[in-house]
């Protein structure tokens, strides 16, 4: 168990299941992501079967359950990029990585996370990959904006945001 | 609840009985009056999730039944027009994602949102959206889960949490994603579950079933150079009928003794004759502890779910439990350890099937343990009581018309105290009255403890062997085994002996039974077993002469080292469950 879930859990001495959600933010806020042993870990402390620890947190989308990825990618579906077919985005971006929304491929590379409004509604359909943002984005040219960051990281730049 | 206000009010044209604090559906019901429901659960807070049970409540409308108070003045309308038509909506918008399979799906004709669709006519896919397709999860050795065929009913979550104490399974995720699993929707192998099967007992679709082991049994059955032989359960000849539409609790075994014959088994044993076997060793193993050796309060060991609870949950109390096998271990051992050289035939061909009113037995069979130095398993395969019915249907078998058998010896012999296993409170009757013999050498006076009977979760008593005071109690249902747990880590030191029996009601609620039974028919069936217990002659575990017979010739002692080997077990701590 990471000492950091131990010293969070420690700011919550003889707590109930009324802290579970603030519990689960700072855990979340200081890995990254809620792991299993985190999540078990929060269990025990609360005296809440697992299952429900996770059926809690995985109610709300703010939680992730695997690290975050190298280069975070953030599809937008606020309305205008809906409007504009950011689905058929999401669709592509999740055939071209493998993984879901809130999954992070087995390289390490990508983090995949579907959000409510980027705010930048004027380039829909927009999306993120590690803090650039690509305006008007359609489904075929996903494959060449996620071939470019694979590039980058091959050439070991550490120039992830 | 003395002095509850009652009054009448009107269903469907007609008065019917009320009392404060009923729900419309408790008032329908009495009045003979069929609501349907899908997430209601007798004895547990409504939950309201399916809606299914909505009534027309003149000057209201709609309002589900289940979680609706009665009030005085009402009137009810269980089928107008506005009532029957919303149900059959919702059942069309539960089959919009559902997998509609059902010549497939093993709950074909005994799955209620099936009859519901029958019953409100839905003849067309009104609404139609992509089927579910989530993974089966196969990874139980006790059951499937098939998250496709879920209605979020939340049945399960409930009896698992509430009434099981286990909590093994919640809803994740939300809105059209929303599924029921084990935590990090991993496999219910790798969780808490204690694969008592209470979750598939209320199931109401095939989203939650058995591991079968029927192609197994009839592969062996079919091959010639295996000779098949086949144990039952003590519940399961009271409980059998039910599936024939036979009166529940009538005992079949003679008819089922047949039947399992006409089947092709070789042998026909009685799991009862290895729970006599089990008192022999346990009302022992009492006695030892009670002499100073060994952890007080001892429970009983011979249902697999509360053995797993008390490994993953309370592994500080597993000194407490004996360390007896379970009826149906040990009758392993026994087939395939002595039996099977007795008769010269090679164990590994020897096929051992166990009928049991429990999917745990199923987890219990491959425990770690349960075989010979070779690891050849003491028992092959795990039928339910249903797989059984099914199984006698697929032959065309009608258990009505078989002509009574009786069951092979010497391992069919069995006293009435073996076949109270299958009740709760059976174990405690039964290891008393040879406890009593052992401590003073005498009978008991009243072989019948009517304290330790009957269907309630938790019966406690003081019993007197001679000058010993025992203090004992009788608990069914995790959820209230956890209770007594916590006292007797909290030092609570008047109990001398406690047994656990997993299920609501023990083995006759187990979940490997009749589906869609209710309370009357486990009544009926743990009543059957009294009736047994009550008309024949033998009633002592110790009096079964073929048991003696197996320790004069084989075992030796009770607790002797042969016993040890063949008849007792470990346990080990599961802390990686989650
Ligand atoms: S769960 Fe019921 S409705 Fe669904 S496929 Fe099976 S039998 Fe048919
Ligand atoms: S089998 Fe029992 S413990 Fe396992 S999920 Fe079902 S109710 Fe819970
Ligand atoms: S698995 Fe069965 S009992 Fe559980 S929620 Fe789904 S339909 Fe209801
Ligand atoms: S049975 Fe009443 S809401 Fe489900």
């Known amino acids: 168990m990471s000492p950091r879930v131990v010293d969070i859990l420690e700011r919550f001495p003889g707590a109930h299941r009324d802290s579970l959600i603030p519990i689960l933010q700072a855990v979340q806020e200081q890995e990254g992501f809620l792991s299993q042993d985190s999540v078990l870990a929060i269990g025990r402390h609360l005296d809440l079967p697992a299952s429900k620890v996770y059926g809690v ?70 999306i993120a990959v590690g803090g650039d943002f690509h305006a008007g984005v359609a489904p075929r040219d996903v494959p060449g904006i996620f071939a470019a960051y694979r590039e980058r990281a091959k050439e070991g730049g550490s120039d992830a945001a | 609840m003395s002095a509850t206000e009652t009054f009448r009010i009107e269903v469907n044209g007609r008065p019917a009985e009320a009392r404060r604090g009923e729900t419309l559906l408790d008032v329908c019901r009495h009045a003979g009056v069929d609501v349907p429901t899908l997430c209601h659960l007798p004895d547990l807070a409504p939950s309201g999730a ?23 003045g009402m009137s009810v309308e269980t089928n107008s027009q506005s009532a029957t038509r919303a149900r059959k909506t919702i059942v069309e918008l539960l089959l919009a994602n559902h997998p509609d399979d059902c010549l497939y799906c093993v709950r074909h004709g005994e799955c209620e949102l099936q009859d519901l669709a029958q019953r409100y006519g839905v003849r067309e896919r009104r609404y139609v959206t992509a089927k579910n397709d989530h993974h089966v999860d196969i ?14 009913c939340g049945k ?88 024939f539409g036979l009166e529940p609790g009538a005992d079949v075994e003679a008819l089922m003794v047949t039947a399992l014959r006409r089947l092709g088994f070789a042998r026909v044993f009685d799991t009862s004759f290895a729970a006599d076997l089990t008192i022999m060793e346990e009302a022992s193993e009492l006695v030892s502890r009670l002499k100073g050796g060994g952890r007080l309060p001892m429970f009983t060991s011979c249902s697999p779910g509360w053995v797993k609870f008390v490994e993953q949950f ?75 019915a099914r199984l006698i249907r697929l032959h065309g078998l009608d258990l009505a018309r078989m002509t009574p058998g009786a069951p092979d010896l010497p391992l069919g012999e069995r006293s009435t105290a073996g076949k109270l296993f299958g009740g709760t409170g059976g174990v405690m009757e039964a290891a008393l009255r040879t406890a009593h013999w052992l401590v003073t050498g005498r009978e008991m ?14 019966k406690e008593a003081r019993v007197k062997l001679d000058d010993v005071e025992l203090g004992v109690a009788v608990v069914s249902g995790l959820g209230r085994a956890r209770r007594l747990l916590e006292e007797v880590r909290a030092g609570r030191d008047d109990l001398h002996f ?81």
């Open chain 1, 57 to 126: 947190a995985t109610f709300y989308n703010q939680f992730r359950f695997t690290p975050v990825g190298r280069f975070h990618v953030q599809v937008c579906r606020g309305t205008a990029c809906h409007v504009k077919g950011s689905a058929n985005v999401l669709d592509a971006i999740e055939r071209e990585l493998g993984v879901k929304a809130g999954g992070t491929t087995r390289d390490g590379l990508f983090s995949l996370e579907v959000v409510a409004c980027i705010g930048a509604c004027g380039l829909a359909p927009v």
């Open chain 2, 50 to 72: 399916c809606r299914i049970c909505v009534v027309d409540v003149r000057g209201r409308g709609l309002v589900p039944s289940c979680s609706c108070p009665v009030e005085p």
């Open chain 2, 139 to 152: 990874s139980s050795p006790s059951l499937v889960r098939d998250p496709a065929k879920c209605i979020l």
């Open chain 2, 156 to 243: 399960c979550v409930r009896v698992c949490e509430e009434v099981m104490g286990v909590a093994a399974i919640d809803f994740i995720r939300r809105g059209s994603r929303t599924l029921v699993a084990p935590a990090f929707n991993r496999g219910l192998n790798v969780s808490t579950c204690i694969n008592c099967g209470q979750c598939v007992m209320v199931c109401p679709t095939g989203a939650l079933h058995e591991k079968s082991h029927l192609k197994e049994v009839q592969d062996a059955l079919d091959d010639p150079a295996v000779t098949v032989v086949v144990q039952h359960a003590p519940a399961v000849s009271v409980s059998l009928a039910e599936e």
């Open chain 2, 314 to 388: 309370y592994p500080d109390l597993m000194p407490n439990l004996s360390t007896c096998k379970s009826p149906q271990q040990m009758m392993g051992a026994v087939v395939k350890r002595v039996w099977a050289g007795r008769e010269g035939l090679d164990p590994r061909r020897v096929f051992s099937v166990a009928i049991m009113p429990c999917i745990a037995k199923k987890f219990e069979a491959q425990r770690p343990g349960m075989g010979d130095a070779e690891d050849v398993p003491d028992v092959d395969a795990v039928l339910t009581t249903r797989e059984l």
């Open chain 2, 445 to 458: 006076y009243h072989l019948t403890i009517g304290a330790v009977r009957g269907l309630e979760g938790v």
């Open chain 2, 498 to 578: 406690i047994e656990v029996m997993t299920c609501p009601g023990g083995c006759v609620g187990g979940g490997g039974q009749p589906l869609r039974a209710d309370t009357g028919a486990v009544l009926s069936r743990l009543e059957g077993l009294y009736r047994i217990d009550r008309s024949e002659p033998v009633r002592l575990s110790h009096r079964n002469r073929h048991v003696q017979e197996l320790y004069d010739e084989v075992l030796g002692e009770p607790l002797g080292a042969r016993s040890h080997e063949l008849l007792h077990t470990h346990y080990h701590a599961r802390d990686g469950a989650v």
